[in-house]
């Protein structure tokens, strides 16, 4: 156990390293199969286009709710690896009973069931990150990146896999990953902090008061919401310019390589930079990949624009976690984690998809040009926090 206000030894942080950087993988591994294979998985049990899409806008929407609730309780207590190691275990014992499902209301009774413990468990541990960041002073970036890897390899080992076995494997595969991330958690540390005091009100409100926290989140959910269109056209969109799916599979691929590379130099960039220079980055990068993407037809010019997705995607979520341990008391670090996870990625990105679907039927692949108009705002509003923020000491 790590006692409130503990420093961390070098000696220990190399295997602080690795306990966090095998959740991570375990974690990013499971969205490597879920991503691409769990809607064939849920085909294969009957459910129709609507349904399915039903079905993943609520994994995406529930952790608005779910994951504040989740953080309340571990700030109270001060103990996240206790929190964590409950929502890892409901989620394990949740997702078991996909095996027992068949139709479209129980999968999403069950689906309801999961996706409100398990995406805290990530936000939870995020914010031991951060901690171990501060107190460790451990490279966040480099931690992190274990789990883009295993996202990337995982993905591609599950598709060529699955061109062996059926669709019911895609359960198991995931299955296993989730038993895998239960494992990992049981290594995490137990890093506290003092309890959040009840006399300042709810750890959402004291957050929310952070002027700093609040505009960081209003820029990163419009610069990570900008990649709706992207996350759920961009297949079909290259397919209609003509690439084939190997030429495809191969972007996809390099905007993970690109965000591992950041990642591996996030530490030496964010003390470069700052976190809302990342941010400010991020917008511009998104702003110039996203114009660019919605008006050439040349694949050179496809290849370096998904080079950028390091900076749209990769220097935006560096940014929000250097702002968080700059900024948020370690009293309510799970609180402002939750916020990230559900306002930028449930309210954010979510309400993008949605959006993104009406503005794709009705502009195909000029609906970028729209995303670069909601990155365009991020931008504005990152610089309007560094208007109002100095630029802040880097830990």
């Known amino acids: 156990m790590v006692a409130p206000d503990e420093r961390i030894g070098p000696a220990q942080t190399g295997a602080l390293r690795l306990r966090l950087s095998l959740f991570y993988a375990g974690f990013f591994a499971f969205l490597g199969v879920q991503q691409p294979f769990w809607p ?34 571990a700030d109270r207590s001060g103990q996240r690896r206790r929190s964590i190691l409950v929502l890892v275990a409901g989620s394990l014992a949740a997702f078991c009973l996909f095996a027992l499902t068949n139709g479209f209301w129980p999968i999403l009774l069950i689906s309801v069931l999961f996706y409100a413990l398990w995406p805290p468990v990530m936000s939870l541990t995020e914010s031991l990150t951060i901690m171990a960041v ?69 750890p959402i409100v004291q957050a929310l008061r952070i002027r700093a926290l609040s505009l960081s989140l209003a820029a990163c959910g419009l610069i990570q919401g900008s990649h709706a269109v992207y996350y759920a056209f961009g297949t079909l969109h290259w397919q209609a310019k003509g690439y084939s799916e190997n030429v495809i599979g191969v972007l996809w691929a390099e905007g993970v390589l690109a965000e591992i590379v950041l990642f591996a130099y996030g530490g030496r960039v964010t003390r470069h930079l700052g976190s809302v220079g990342l941010i400010t980055l991020a917008g511009i990068a998104a702003v110039v990949r996203w114009l660019g993407t919605g008006l ?21 979520h560096l940014g929000a976690m250097a702002c968080i341990g700059e900024t948020v008391p370690a009293s309510l670090s799970a609180t402002a984690q939750s916020l990230y996870s559900g306002l930028v990625w449930g309210a954010g990105l979510g309400l993008m998809l949605l959006a993104s679907g009406w503005l794709y ?35």
């Open 40 to 73: 064939v998985w849920l085909a294969s049990h009957g459910l129709g286009a609507t349904e399915i899409g039903v079905i993943l806008a609520l994994s995406i929407g529930i952790k608005m709710f779910s994951a504040p609730l989740a953080a309340h309780g």
């Open 134 to 202: 501060q107190r460790a002073s451990l490279d966040y970036g480099r931690t992190r990146l274990w789990g883009s890897t295993s996202f990337i390899v995982v993905a591609l080992l599950s598709g060529q896999v699955l061109v062996w076995l059926p669709p019911s494997a895609i359960l198991w595969l995931s299955l296993a990953c989730v038993a895998a991330t239960a494992a990992a958690c049981l290594f995490l540390p137990d890093i506290r902090t003092e309890r959040s005091p009840l006399h300042r009100g709810l």
């Open 296 to 316: 050439t037809d040349s694949l050179a010019a496809v290849v370096v624009l998904q080079a950028l997705h390091a900076f749209s995607f990769g220097a935006a």
């Open 361 to 395: 039927h009705g502009l195909g692949g000029s609906a970028y040009l729209a995303m670069a108009a909601v990155a365009l705002a991020g931008t504005f509003v990152a610089l309007r926090l560094s208007a109002l923020t100095p630029r802040l000491p880097q830990p």
